[in-house]
């Protein structure tokens, strides 16, 4: 198996962001397997840590021409051009520290991302690469934009730039992952834009960092404007640059043939979350190798509140994908960096208390055990522990697979045994036992 990989030593760089024309420096630092990439705003107090992932993206709508993560008030913008130079050079762990709201536009590509990281050393971790290769055709249009991902089994985009623009009027670039084929063909192109749209972009307070040498600025009659092309089809090959970034916010690298047709951030985002929700539902799929029978009853979260008494923020089951009664029940509890505990518990190395791993596979058996007519009405009392065992850590962006299996259930008490998964691993297990008693 292939290994996952960070980089061998710290390395930092400075710019000024596109967008907001702010000074910035971005620290790299290695970091362990199964870390993920994870930006640490150390100018704020409490140094927060957003992790790059479907669930932290900004609504694209309120954030244009970017792609931008945060929770709660902690943000972080324009990250695409990073994201695919983590995703060229197969970078699967990393924490950014940085001390701004926007990474440095630099020359306005990600080629000079990939230089210093290539400086600071890429090396291999004992874990193994985790690839998400699709098992259907995905799609997603507005308007004549479209997009869409089918299987293979390599990584590869087609793209086709198409403006009103005697320049731009039909760029078509066709690119697989592999080697050195990113830093070659698509680390240089560089972000651009049309003449006309300059005064409107400033407008909306956008573009205070851009100038003609790391902008690439095209006038009405299709010339450049104080810069030169790198090659002719630069547009397009910048245009899956950014598609490249967009989509390492799954998690993880993909596999299968992207085609697109005048795709921008907004519906790269759309694909992504579509393509995180096959991933969810794979998963699933893959824990039925454990043993879970298909074809069962699924709880959302509103079913759930109708048999657990839990609410926000103390309810750690979003929903039941598979249930047998009196026999076992399977859960997904999707971890999130706005989860209330994160807040106190190891700031800036966020990680799940062990005693609301135990608690959320106790919902998982207390589901199970009161989702039967006779129990309609009672409440599941957690009396004792046994052989509990925490083997993985359990990280924000994580999503944990609970598995509960009744060992026996009496009138009065119920024993489960209940185990926690993360990508198919056992994060932590314990067998429990419940007292029934009427509400």
């Avoid at 962001?17 to 970091?31: C, M």
């Avoid at 994908?321 to 859960?331: H, L, N, Q, S, T």
């Avoid at 608690?359 to 039967?372: C, P, R, V």
């Avoid at 957690?382 to 026996?408: N, T």
Wanted: glycine share 8%; charged share 25%.
């Amino acid at each position: 198996m292939e290994a996952q990989k960070t980089i061998k030593s710290s390395v930092s760089i400075k710019g000024v962001g596109l967008h907001t024309g702010q000074a910035v420096t971005i620290t790299f630092k290695p970091a362990e397997a199964d870390t993920g990439i994870r930006f640490c705003r150390v100018d704020l107090p409490g140094r927060p840590v957003v992790v790059a992932n479907p669930e932290t993206i900004l609504d694209i709508s309120k954030n244009p021409r970017r792609t931008s993560i945060g929770v709660n008030s902690v943000e972080i913008h324009t990250i695409e051009h990073l994201m695919a130079a983590l995703a060229g050079l197969q970078i699967d762990n990393i924490v950014i520290d940085i001390n701004g709201l926007e990474v440095p536009g630099l020359d306005g590509s990600a080629a000079p991302f990939v230089e210093a990281l290539l400086s600071a050393g890429i090396s291999d971790l004992l874990e193994g690469r985790k690839y998400f290769q699709v098992k259907e055709p995905i799609w997603c249009e507005e308007g004549d934009a479209s997009i869409a991902i089918l299987p293979s089994n390599d990584f590869t985009i087609s793209y086709t730039l198409s403006y009103e623009h005697s320049i731009l009027k039909s760029q078509y670039f066709t690119f697989t992952m592999n080697g050195r084929s990113f830093i070659d063909e698509v680390a240089p192109g560089r972000t651009f834009c049309l003449q006309k749209e300059v005064d409107a972009l400033r407008a909306q307070g956008l573009g205070k960092g851009a100038n003609y040498e790391n902008t690439i600025v095209i006038d009405e009659d299709g010339g450049v404007i104080e810069n030169e092309l790198r090659c002719q089809d630069e547009c397009a090959r910048h245009k899956i640059l950014d598609l490249i970034g967009d989509l390492y916010l799954l998690g993880m690298p993909l596999k299968g043939h992207i085609i697109a047709v005048k795709s921008g951030h907004p519906l790269n985002i759309k694909l992504l979350r579509r393509i995180a929700h096959q991933y969810e539902r794979s998963l699933a799929g893959a824990i039925q190798g454990l043993g879970v029978l298909p074809g069962r009853t699924e709880l959302d979260a509103a079913q759930i509140q109708q048999i657990l008494p839990h609410r926000y923020p103390f309810l750690f089951v979003d929903r039941v994908i598979e249930m047998e009664e009196d026999k076992r029940a399977v859960g997904i509890k999707n971890v999130t960096i706005n989860d209330y505990f994160f807040q106190g518990h190891f700031p800036g190395q966020p990680v799940m208390p062990g005693v609301l791993i135990i608690e959320a596979m106790a919902q998982l058996a207390g589901i199970l055990l009161l989702n039967k007519p006779e129990n309609k009405g009672k409440l599941a009392f957690f009396m004792s522990l046994e052989k509990a065992k925490f083997r993985k850590s359990i990280l924000p962006g994580d999503q944990v697979v609970m598995v509960a299996e009744v060992v026996r259930i009496r009138s009065r008490t119920g024993q489960v045994n209940t185990k926690a998964y993360v990508d198919e691993k056992v994060a932590a297990e314990a067998s429990l036992m419940f007292s029934l008693i009427d509400a």
